[in-house]
């Protein structure tokens, strides 16, 4: 059974630009949410998707973005970028229901120089 | 707003030794918690999920186990080996605010 998949595992950008990065829920998950994960705040909250619409977001600036499909691939967009948003970004999913826990993917290292 | 904290920072065991690991959390209306282990640059592996109705859950050598009312759970790790060097996570579900809410961690390092 395939588990969370995001791609891609590593970029480098540069101030200034845009990015966006994709997540694969494993199958016949719906859920899916988005952390950012940085030495100094630990693991933060971005957002959560569920059948293709956000039903939480946590409390970044409107530069960070995200989206859900309909086969459930779900993916999140930072403009903009600044020094900071340097962090390794994960992408968990989990079933229709509450009680089956999340499931986290590799995640994404993100560098911004 | 939920917070959690988790103690020690970091641990140092030398191999064979049983140990303990806590997390507390300041709202306890959760739904449940998960401990999670995460290797240096990866992704978050979950060990145990423990329902709010529930005291505790075990796997293989780990045991967790949860007291909603005082706002604890522990981590409970038998005859470390140095393979179970890695950080710690707990993180609190709650229904309402539907995302997890994670504590900094507890860095262990078992040494052989």
């Known amino acids: 059974k395939a588990g969370v998949t995001q791609t891609p595992r590593y970029l480098i950008k540069t101030r200034g630009q845009q990015v966006t990065l994709s997540c694969s829920p494993i199958?016949?998950?719906?859920?899916v949410s988005w952390y950012q994960q940085t030495p100094g705040q630990g693991l933060q909250f971005l957002f959560e998707y569920f059948s293709e619409t956000q039903r939480n977001k946590g409390n970044f600036p409107g530069r960070f973005s995200g989206r859900q499909f309909s086969n459930s691939r779900s993916e999140m967009n930072v403009s903009t970028l600044e020094l900071g948003d340097s962090a390794l970004y994960l992408c968990?999913?989990?079933?229709?229901?509450?009680?089956?826990?999340?499931?986290f993917g590799s995640g994404t290292r993100l560098t911004v120089v | 707003k939920q917070e959690v904290t988790q103690i020690p920072a970091a641990l140092s065991v030398p191999e064979g030794e049983n140990l303990v690991l806590n997390c507390s959390f300041t709202?306890?209306?959760?739904?449940?918690l998960q401990w999670f282990r995460q290797d240096p640059g990866k992704g978050l592996t979950s060990l145990l999920l423990i329902q709010s109705s529930q005291r505790e859950q075990t796997s293989g050598r780990l045991n967790a186990s949860l007291d909603k009312s005082s706002g604890r759970s522990t981590l409970y790790i038998a005859a470390s080996q140095p393979g179970d060097s890695a950080t710690y996570l707990c993180?609190?579900?709650?229904?309402?605010?539907?995302?997890?809410?994670f504590g900094s961690g507890t860095q262990l390092t078992v040494l052989p």
């Open positions: 993180a609190v579900f709650s229904g309402s605010a539907r995302q997890l809410t």
């Open positions: 968990a999913s989990s079933r229709e229901r509450d009680d089956y826990g999340y499931t």
């Open positions: 709202d306890s209306a959760i739904y449940n």
């Open positions: 199958s016949g998950h719906r859920s």
